[in-house]
């Protein structure tokens, strides 16, 4: 009974807090989708500024992910949550001066903000989900904090836009019709609608921290961790001494750059079709809820039906075929490629995560550090497809989601089991 108490407290009371705080940050995330559109209209923006949106949220993994892990080692994973949830508040505050004066500069440093808190909670919790069970089941784990994820990215951009633009099409079309003035005053009004969504989400972020910091969160000590693997992995005096890490990141860089093109641009997709703004603006939920299925299908699946390696060579070659699609087809039947594309991307993370900590040994803290780094691809990749949108359309645009999942279909096949670069310089020498 006591066994069955302890183990109640140390595994499945974390899964439900830690489900909690990714719902959470899966609101605050893919709040950018309907983001992109509204901060286009309020602030007068081209797609590629438009973009910004992105590169300001997702580019603060990458500074701040290693400071994140500094951070950790003196504060532990359970007080580095709650830090991380209330940067994050700091962030939403941020959007209230933002709204009064319609300044984009101030929204971005708001999204920034944001996105240092994320990066503090990822690099806490991923691991830590990671960690507290079995290995071979923790894509499974993974796979259900995404479902609390990216059942709160279907939603939060349909409530938002239900404050901010119910009125999209009506809207855009009046500004037409106003002289200088006028539309000053219109576009004024319509920044200031954030500003009460963001003040509860700011309460509500303050709340959950003190939440996190009065839960019965077991400390996790990263030293004692793999210590079947403490052994091979002393004999490595670098981070950059491990190739399957490396590549993996370089995999998650492609694979966040592709998630976020997925969610945050078929809003503009769509609108670039002809199609008006009221349907446009429920888009970026219909690639979540793809994306849930896609984590519903891990955890029916891993490991007992599929490996966690076979996930994700699966996904990449789905990705691919979704790409293709979304290119070559047209109308609403393209928008719906791009909203499969969340299917594809559902267990890429989950499978990447464990298969590139796997015999880390005490270099763990500074590795996922690095893997949350490589969420910065939601910064520049998308930035990529804004420039290619501009040059030729943004249906040509998604050509460059062609390369991100075959550089994650190598990792599938290949990557994840290099474990020494004499491997791959070998290799290439053999090649030549």
Request: with cysteine; proline share 4%.
């Amino acid at each position: 009974m006591n066994t069955s108490q302890t183990s109640f407290k140390s595994f499945i009371l974390p899964m439900i807090i830690i489900g909690a705080l990714f719902f959470i940050f899966g609101f605050v995330t893919w709040l950018n989708g309907i983001l992109i559109p509204y901060l286009k209209i309020a602030c007068e923006l081209s797609d590629f500024q438009a973009l910004f949106v992105a590169f300001s949220f997702y580019i603060a993994y990458t500074i701040m992910a290693l400071p994140s892990a500094w951070v950790l080692k003196r504060t532990g994973f359970k007080n580095g949550m709650m830090i991380g949830l209330w940067v994050m508040a700091i962030g939403t505050i941020i959007f209230i001066p933002a709204a009064m004066a319609r300044t984009f500069e101030i929204f971005l440093t708001g999204l920034f903000v944001m996105g240092t808190g994320l990066a503090l909670l990822q690099t806490a919790s991923n691991p830590y989900v990671t960690i507290i069970g079995p290995k071979e089941s923790a894509a499974r784990r993974i796979s259900i904090l995404g479902i609390c994820n990216k059942f709160a990215g279907a939603m939060a951009p349909l409530i938002l836009a239900y404050y901010i633009l119910n009125d999209g099409d009506a809207f855009v079309e009046s500004l037409k019709t106003l002289d200088a003035t006028a539309k000053i005053a219109a576009l004024d009004s319509l920044a200031a609608r954030v500003i009460n969504p963001y003040l509860v989400m700011t309460a509500v972020l303050i709340i959950m921290g003190i939440g996190v910091r009065l839960a019965p969160l077991p400390e996790i000590d990263t030293e004692k961790e793999e210590s079947e693997l403490e052994e091979n992995a002393r004999v490595k005096k670098s981070i950059l001494d491990f190739p399957h890490l490396i590549l993996g990141v370089l995999a998650l860089f492609f694979y966040v750059g592709a998630e976020v093109i997925a969610g945050d641009t078929i809003i503009n997709y769509g609108l670039s079709l002809g199609i008006e703004l009221n349907t446009a603006k429920a888009f970026t939920s219909y690639t979540m809820v793809t994306m849930v299925v896609g984590y519903l299908l891990g955890v029916a699946l891993i490991p007992t039906v599929i490996s966690q390696r076979f996930a994700l060579k699966a996904s990449a070659i789905l990705g691919l075929i979704f790409a293709i699609g979304a290119i070559f087809t047209s109308g609403l039947t393209s928008v719906i490629f791009v909203a499969l594309f969340g299917l594809s991307n559902a267990l890429v993370w989950p499978a990447i995560w464990p298969l590139a900590l796997s015999g880390l040994g005490s270099f763990i803290s500074t590795g996922s550090a690095l893997l949350i780094m490589a969420i910065s691809g939601g910064a520049i990749i998308p930035l990529l497809w804004g420039g290619l949108s501009d040059v030729f359309s943004t249906q040509q645009a998604y050509w460059i989601m062609v390369p991100c999942y075959l550089f994650i279909l190598f990792y599938a096949l290949k990557g994840y089991k290099i474990r020494s670069w004499k491997f791959v310089a070998n290799n290439i020498g053999t090649k030549q």
